[in-house]
């Protein structure tokens, strides 16, 4: 078995301290969020199911995903902590979810219904369902650029773990080039 690789030691901000740590249960509350967050005005209806299932479990798998490469990565390095970069990717993908899930429409008693037709009143049902559209994607690709830059900087950390040379780009990065 190949000996343990060496904490990577650097600097961190709380906010690379704190998204770590929160990432696992923000995966989960928001993936709830999306199926079903409606209810708490009342507007969760006949397409629960659908939204759990086509929406917030593939999300719920991307940011999960994202959760635990990101607290591979953080713990890699004294004090413990991930990329910037990662870090605020990650917050900017659980804001627009949170953006999504209040306004995705359900379909209650026959009606039309969102977070922000409950609390805004029903003749923004249209306005709700083209924002859900759009922010339904940036949810996707976000929770999936979150996940990619995680994963990235988990690989570049165990190469400097191993005592591997940065490449070309990574001096370029770290000079600003």
């Not at 199911?49 to 004294?78: E, K, N, Q, S, Y």
């Not at 902590?81 to 209040?102: I, K, P």
Request: a positive charge; hydrophobic letters at 55%.
């Amino acid at each position: 078995m190949p000996d343990a690789l060496a904490p990577v030691p650097g600097r961190s901000t709380p906010v690379q301290r704190l998204v770590p740590a929160l990432a696992p249960s923000a995966a989960v509350l928001l993936a709830l969020w999306v199926a079903a967050g409606r209810g708490l005005a009342g507007a969760a209806g006949e397409l629960v199911p659908v939204h759990a299932t086509a929406l917030a479990l593939p999300l719920g798998v991307l940011l999960g995903a994202g959760a635990v490469v990101l607290r591979r990565d953080a713990r890699a390095h004294v004090p413990a902590g991930a990329s910037l970069r990662a870090c605020l990717t990650t917050a900017g993908a659980w804001a627009v979810v949170l953006a999504f899930g209040a306004v995705l429409p359900d379909r209650v008693d026959g009606r039309g219904a969102s977070l922000l037709t409950e609390l805004a009143g029903p003749g923004l049902l249209g306005l709700s369902a083209g924002f859900a559209n759009t922010l339904g994607i940036l949810s996707a690709v976000t929770a999936g650029a979150a996940l990619a830059l995680a994963a990235t900087d988990l690989r570049r950390t165990r190469r400097i773990q191993r005592g591997e040379p940065l490449s070309e780009d990574e001096i370029l990065d770290r000079q600003g080039l």
